[in-house]
């Protein structure tokens, strides 16, 4: 069964940092793409940031140059990097994947962690 797990999120002050880590159980993140997504209420879910299974990522228009998303094969991690945050990047922000190689229909989501960052 796939689970995956987020962690750390939290509040952040404008031109601030904040790492999220995601560890799913059932396989290895190198084998699927994984992804960043993120929700604020009324928006639809966007995607943040993708790793694919030969290591290319790739990021929304909206946090390229600011955010980094990279694994850890040895923990079976996937981290998000979130440097020079915005107000606008206060959101709900979920780990997934759809056990191929894009991340265009994720069918498996974490429950969701809150990143919210204050001017």
């Known amino acids: 069964q796939v689970e995956l797990v987020e962690s750390g999120g939290g509040s952040a002050q404008a031109g601030g940092s904040l790492r999220l880590s995601c560890t799913p159980s059932g396989y290895p993140v190198s084998d699927y793409c994984m992804g960043w997504f993120r929700q604020t209420p009324g928006k639809e879910r966007e995607g943040v940031a993708f790793?694919?299974?030969?290591?290319?990522?790739d990021y929304a228009d909206s946090v390229k140059g600011r955010f980094t998303i990279s694994r850890d094969t040895a923990k079976n991690t996937v981290t998000l990097e979130m440097n020079s945050l915005k107000s606008e990047d206060t959101a709900v922000y979920y780990c997934?994947?759809?056990?191929?190689?894009?991340?265009?229909?994720?069918?498996?989501w974490g429950r969701g962690t809150q990143v919210t960052v204050s001017s």
């Open positions: 997934a994947t759809g056990l191929s190689l894009t991340c265009d229909h994720p069918s498996f």
């Open positions: 790793i694919y299974r030969y290591g290319n990522t």
